[in-house]
């Protein structure tokens, strides 16, 4: 029971134990309080609980609200799981610290010199002390990685280390993160999250400030460039929608660099480039977060489509720098662990500072017998780790199965001693209990040294399995505060205040890759708007009381649906509709399908994925409304789906209009903007071109009932009949949805917008006369501004189709070729292909 130095127990620590055999982070023992918690209870000390837990809820939804979430890696295409910040920090005294860190860069120099040496001159192999099997049987150890005769060349830059505490209260590490280190940038959210949550107790607490170690993490990265001052550092992150994509872009724009994926990145003679608007722009340094194995497919994969062909040759000639390089993640595997410290005497002359938890190598006769004398008290894992890849099936294997498994292939395995990591109390809203932590620290190189983090990514979960399975349990995390012993310095990445700031102008160092996303996005938001009106139209005809052969237009709109791949062909066919289902059965299945291409479902899917994808370079309010327009596009367990629908579809549609308000009013216009801009125009040319076609050329609705449909889901109803009451006639119709350029939706209107986005786009200034887009854009609006209306809606109802059709054809055949246009000149980089040359 805590002791009576508590004041505040009862206001937030009332019936919290720790768990029994496990070191408590805030009560000793004797039930004391620890010396790092007594700062935090005085600053809470006239917080009231009902206070807290509200403080606490707005933190949580603030994350929620920024999309902070971690897909399930057991299956990616499963809604993401919201990412979880507890109400309690985890305090640690700055001495206590000190101590952590000092061990921490040993660790991380000692895991580089080994590094440097398995991929050079292997001269602990040789000499050794390293058995050489433990090297070369690893899955993960590749040629292409090894530089044996080259200068060394630090290899590790970013190091990550997950520790736990023993139950005797010392740190000890759990594992080495050398590929990629992810958590950082969760770490920062969890900090500025607690700062809204806790401001005045941060500050009385005096918490060390995470920015020193994003200032080092900048300054090495630039080091390793030719030219530091104008060094290109590019952010290589996975595929958007990866377990990282959210803090690849949280920490690309927070740091000031480009946001790539390997498609963005292009070798051309040895040299690396990004894909911009204006062509090649060189790189300097790449801060990747891909395995290593996937960044060069002509070297390391095979698939195709993943890394940057030809990357490893730049690497080599030293055009370009590489974090951390590739091979790195050689040392994450637990095998490397039983050698560590014998290594470290080797190398550093010194024991290791922090041990590592105890491992033994199965590979060698010794120790494989000490660990079948106890397989039952020890935790059995592979010897090699690749990432992505969990061993929690060894958690349900009897001790005569793992000893089986252990002399089939004892090199494969190794064994370690169960840690019961430490406890603390977490808030769940009303309660208190205890959880178990591990901390993930971080550290970057800083000269002859390393830089630590002040604090980490703690993670919490309610049991002590494998760390690799803590997520998938639905964990929660915890902000590491590190207690300053004096003033804490302001120290942050935003530029002081009365430094003096060179104005500028968006300009078109934007990736293709980006840009090309954007152009999508608009024509994705258009397709959907236009698919959600005219779904919304047949379902509120089918719903109203007038029986449903007493509406004219419904048979057409219908057919509409049809021929845009909607519903089943078959509902147009007065023999085959008989025998099927009544459509107000199987329209909202067909609206909610996401498997079928062209669905609303779908639609709004892809939507939503094209916007991840540029998630850095949209406004939290944009984000905020596709994220929500996704999640609550739904099918729902209801009686009456397809009212359920009708609801669900009007809701999409309202959030559509926020968007496109969104997009006219609260987007900078920068080049970002005008692609988006362009493919909403050409999207919507198309989509009312198709509309045209189907309701009156292909479908002879040229009554009052079929053009006011038209008109319904062109939204231009209300425009047409203030101005011809309800007097609906082909010619006017056709002159309002195609001619009119006073009309926001009308073909005229896009293709005047069409026009001046192709004449504003970049371009090579060498380049005479006008570019394929602008001749295209241009023509399409020549031909439409000579189109003339009635004598084309005269000569329809006089039984001649052709002059409509012929526009029509056109159109439909001009707008796809813009489109490409606009592709080939901007979104793709193709150069002639390239031997890799040997040095």
Known sequence: MPGSDLRVDAKLFSGYSGAEGSYDEVFSDKGELRPAWRRFIDATEGLPRAEFGRRWEQAQRLLQQNSLAYPDPRDPRARRHPWELDAFPLVIQAEEWREVAAALKQRA????????????????????????????????FLL????????????????????????????????????????????????????????????????????????????????????????????????????????DAFLARYLGYTLA???DLAVRQNKLYLKTLAGLSPVDVLMRRPNSENCDPLELSDASSMGVAGLLQSLRSRNAAIANGLGSGLLESPIFMAFLPRLAETLLSEPLKMPNVATWWCGDPKSRKYVLSRVSELAIRPAYRRRGVNDSRLLELSRSE???????????????????????????????????????????????????????????????????????????????????????????????ADEPLALRRGGVDLPSRAAEHFFWLGRQSVRAETLG???????????????????PELQLLIRVLAELGQIEPGYVVDEIKVQMPALEKLLPAAVFDEKTPGTLRATVANLAQLAATVRDLLSLDTWRIIREMNDEFQPT???????????????????LAALTGQFAEGMTRTHAWR????????????????????????????????LESLLEVSDSLMTYRSRYYSRFQLG????????????????????????????????????????????????????????????????????????????????????????????????????????????
């Open 533 to 551: 009106k005219l779904i919304r139209a047949v379902a509120l005809r089918l719903t109203s009381e007038q029986d449903a052969e007493r509406i």
């Open 675 to 706: 692609f988006l801009d362009f493919g909403r125009r050409l999207e919507r040319t198309l989509q009312a071109s198709q509309l045209i076609r189907a309701v009156v050329a292909e479908g002879g609705g040229t009554d009052a009932a079929a």
């Open 732 to 839: 006017a119709v056709l002159d309002l949805l195609m001619t009119d350029e006073t009309n926001p939706r009308s073909m005229a209107f896009q293709l005047v917008e069409c026009t001046s986005h192709a004449a504003q786009l970049p371009r090579e200034s060498i380049v005479p006369g006008q570019m394929t887009e602008e001749r295209l854009a241009a023509s399409l609006l020549h031909l439409i501004r000579r189109v003339d209306p009635l004598a084309i809606a005269r000569a329809y109802e006089s039984g001649d189709e052709e002059p409509l059709d012929s526009l029509l054809t056109t159109i439909d055949s001009s707008l796809p070729k813009l489109s490409d246009a606009v592709s080939h000149h901007y979104f793709f980089h193709s150069g002639p292909a390239q031997r890799l040359a040997r040095d």
């Open 402 to 496: 793992l000893t089986a498994m252990i002399e089939a292939h004892p090199t494969a395995y190794v064994a370690q001693e169960r840690v019961r990591r430490s406890t603390a109390p977490v808030w769940s809203g009303q309660d208190v209990t205890h959880s178990y932590i591990s901390l993930r620290a971080f550290a970057v190189s800083s000269g002859d040294s390393f830089e630590v983090m002040p604090g980490g990514l703690a993670r919490v979960s309610a049991t002590l399995g494998p760390l690799d399975m803590s997520l998938l349990e639905g964990e929660r995390s915890k902000d590491t505060w590190v207690l300053s012993e004096g003033p804490v310095s302001s120290v942050t990445l935003l530029i002081a």
């Open 109 to 140: 120099t000692l895991l580089d010199m080994v590094l440097q040496d398995l991929l050079g001159p292997q001269r602990l192999i040789r000499e050794g002390h390293l058995p050489a099997e433990v090297v070369f049987r690893h899955p993960g």
């Open 144 to 247: 292409p990685y090894c530089r044996p005769d080259a200068t060394p060349q630090q290899v590790l830059h970013v190091y990550g280390a997950d520790v736990a505490r023993s139950p005797d209260g010392r740190w000890w590490v759990l594992d080495d993160r050398c590929e990629s280190p992810s958590g950082a940038g969760f770490a920062l959210q969890n900090r500025i999250a607690m700062s809204r949550m806790l401001p005045d107790v941060i500050h009385e607490c005096r918490v060390e400030r995470l920015a020193p170690y994003f200032i080092s993490f900048q300054e090495h990265l630039a080091r390793l460039a030719p030219d530091r001052e104008r060094a290109r550092v590019v952010w290589l992150s996975q595929l958007a929608g990866s377990a990282n994509y959210f803090e």
């Open 637 to 655: 367990a209801s009686d009456d789906g397809f009212l359920d629908m009708l609801v669900k579809v009007d809701g999409l549609l309202a959030g």
């Open 261 to 263: 994926e390997a498609g």
